[in-house]
């Protein structure tokens, strides 16, 4: 086990830049997740500290080492990707001993890894199968198995999980998490699903067009958005961005340069509200029910402003109603459309 530590890390593809200095420290044991959209550069990042990719300028130490330029084999890390990279002519068992004979690890210490990971995993039964014998949830096991077995300094993982449907993902999710806690190997995961990031990080890294907007953990990067587009990427439904101006008149008191202002949509109350909260008319244009919550698509009286407010699906509501919302202070994320970041 070891920290990671990134130092104004850029990558160059020519002359187009894919990173553009990322700082940061994983500390050992910890579980970084970076989630950003696609092509903001996570799997550039991923690809360097694993050494398949070269570094362009600044600094990658492990365990207080200097790695730029050391040869992947050498770098103690496992990396695990989504399409498994399992050779298809080996069984499961040869699949997990492949890496472990070329490090020349004795026989026996061989046989106990591969007991201790299967049983980890449960993936027992199937040591003699080949990876076409198996389902995509046990082949992803097994790539995890064979990640496992070399006890690494570090794992990493670059969205592990996008090729198995949505209730296997949930799954497995809950197994890397669990696996993760229990081993504490220092791992860095890469997805471009919020959700998934929200639940598997002790720290989350929001990544966008090669730089970090912010890192924290998750119920603090949740809760306290710094950035407009922090704001509208974590969470589900995304959190609405409304202009100023698009509210009518509102006498809150908000800072100064506030311009732009972010609303969950499980912040906006239908019907009645108190006296030092937002309020405005909308229209009910649309509702999705997705269980105990309903999903309101509203659009603001006197503009083309559309919302949407999460409220709970026993309250009475039809489409072409006309609602009144409101939002208490706590509710509101204010921002600034010129510097993209938050003004409180
Ligand atoms: N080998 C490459 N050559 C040139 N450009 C690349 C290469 N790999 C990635 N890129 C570019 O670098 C940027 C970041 O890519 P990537 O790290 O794969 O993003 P992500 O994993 O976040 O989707 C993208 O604009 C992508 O097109
Ligand atoms: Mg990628």
Known sequence: MAAIELIDLKKNYGPVPAVKGINLTVADGEMIVLVGPSG?????????????????????????????????????????????????????????????KN??????????????????????????RRPRQLSGGQRQRVAMGRAIVRNPAAFLFDEPLSNL?????????????????????TSLYVTHDQLEAMTLADRLVVMNGGRIEQVGTPIEV???????????????????????????????????????????PGAIKLGKGAADDLGFDANVELIETVGD????????????????????SDQRLREGDRVTCYVGIDGLHPFNTATGRRTD
């Open 103 to 128: 490090r020349r690890v004795p026989r026996h210490e061989i046989g106990r890894r591969i007991a201790d990971a299967a049983d980890i995993l449960e993936i027992g039964e199937f040591l003699e």
């Open 165 to 185: 449907d949505a209730k296997l993902r949930l799954q497995m999710r809950v197994e890397i998490r669990r696996l993760q806690r229990q081993l504490k190997t």
């Open 222 to 264: 949740y809760r306290r958005p710094e950035t407009v587009f922090v704001a509208g990427f974590i969470g589900s439904p995304p959190m609405n961005l409304v202009c100023l101006d698009e509210l009518g008149p509102c006498t809150l008191a908000l800072p100064r340069e506030t311009n732009l202002i972010g609303i969950r």
């Open 40 to 100: 903001c550069g996570k799997s550039t990042l991923l690809r360097m500290i694993a050494g398949l990719e070269a570094i362009s300028s600044g600094h990658l130490r492990i365990a207080g080492s200097e790695v730029g330029h050391v040869d992947p084999a050498d770098r103690d890390i496992a990396m695990v990707f989504q399409n498994y990279a399992l050779y298809p002519h080996m069984t499961v068992r040869q699949n997990l001993e492949y890496g472990l």
């Open 293 to 312: 919550e309903n999903n309101v698509h509203l659009r603001i009286d006197g503009t083309d402003k559309r919302l949407v407010a999460s409220v709970p």
